[in-house]
């Protein structure tokens, strides 16, 4: 079983830019997939950015240019740097895992952007 914490969330200006960290509960792990999907006001659950352990990546188009995932493997931790952040980046954004064929998610940290 794998346990997810998200931190780095916050409140920023249009424009600007934040750091999300999301680690395992286990470094000992063989995660296969990790990354990241926001939830919107009124908006369903999307797909933001997903990384494997090889570092193949797969980003959102909304995102592309402007958010960068990355993974440590050996600490099963997984990052989303956000820079030029808009408005319409706001929401909640949940880690994800995918290990054993099983999907995995954390509680979720609150983006807010302001204009």
């Known amino acids: 079983q794998v346990q997810l914490v998200e931190s780095g969330g916050g409140l920023v200006q249009a424009g600007g830019s934040l750091r999300l960290s999301c680690a395992a509960s286990r470094s000992d792990l063989s995660i296969s997939v990790m990354g990241w999907y926001r939830q919107a006001p009124g908006k369903q659950r999307e797909l933001v950015a997903l990384i494997t352990r090889g570092s193949s990546t797969n980003y959102a188009n909304s995102v592309k240019g402007r958010f960068t995932i990355s993974r440590d493997n050996a600490k099963n931790t997984v990052y989303l740097q956000m820079n030029s952040l808009k408005p319409e980046d706001r929401g909640v954004y949940y880690c994800?895992?995918?290990?054993?064929?099983?999907?995995?998610w954390g509680q979720g940290t609150q983006v807010t952007v302001s204009s």
């Open positions: 994800y895992a995918g290990y054993e064929n099983r999907n995995y």
